[in-house]
């Protein structure tokens, strides 16, 4: 799987738009980048995944550009409950069902200010 | 449905004791995985399973055992407790999904010390 990259931490005023940014040069074809976030202690929570174009749903849109080398997350009205470590994986998911597990790097940690 | 559920949640254990983490989803899902967070750190692949019976490890296997004998459970036994194995371990779960991508549902965690 293509290594990531992403910020280390990131602050976000209540009530604004969060965009999480994540580069993936290395990507392949047969690759979708997944978001997950860990609010702490608890287990990771799935928010969204795509393979090309945008990707939209009730918690979060994900951008990918058109060179498919980076992506962002966005949480359109952030809360304090979205204070959380985020983690942007890029995964292949082939005949196989994507049986392998997940390559998590350590995120980025999202604080919503009030 | 309860989802991905693990017991226990928090267990102290002397250096070379042995104990069984359970896991138990109620969502039908064929596939499950174990995962260890270490402080700081994000989750490391340590067991997987595709069905009842199949398992296979993942990126640190040394130390842990698994068996899948039925589709709900995915017990993970540590046979002889390090201090290297103080860590939070994190049950998931999915559904297969062939060429269109998956979602894993993880279970709360069980937080491990081990003196």
């Known amino acids: 799987d293509a290594k990531t990259t992403q910020p280390t931490s990131m602050d976000c005023a209540e009530g604004r738009a969060a965009n999480l940014p994540c580069n993936h040069s290395t990507i392949s074809g047969n690759e979708y980048v997944y978001w997950y976030r860990q609010i702490h202690s608890q287990g990771p929570q799935y928010i969204i995944h795509?393979?090309?174009n945008n990707e939209t749903n009730e918690m979060a849109s994900l951008i990918i550009t058109e060179d498919r080398k980076s992506s962002t997350l966005i949480l359109p009205h952030a809360t304090l409950r979205d204070t959380a470590v985020y983690y942007c994986i890029v995964r292949v998911v082939d005949s196989g069902g994507g049986a392998d597990g997940l390559t998590f790097g350590k995120g980025t940690h999202l604080i919503i200010q009030p | 449905n309860a989802g991905v559920t693990q017991t226990p949640k928090f267990r102290i254990l002397k250096i070379g004791q042995s104990m069984t983490l359970q896991c138990t989803q109620d969502?039908?899902?064929?596939?499950m995985y174990w995962y260890r967070q270490d402080p700081g750190m994000g989750l490391k692949l340590i067991y997987y399973?595709?069905?009842?019976?199949?398992?296979d490890k993942g990126e640190v296997p040394n130390g842990y055992n698994v068996s899948r004998s039925t589709t709900e459970d995915f017990p993970l036994r540590l046979e002889l407790a390090a201090p290297s194995q103080t860590s939070v371990y994190f049950c998931a779960s999915s559904w297969p999904a062939s060429g269109i991508g998956n979602e894993q549902f993880f279970g709360p965690g069980t937080r491990l010390t081990v003196l």
């Open positions: 795509g393979l090309k």
């Open positions: 399973s595709v069905g009842a019976g199949i398992t």
């Open positions: 969502m039908n899902h064929n596939y």
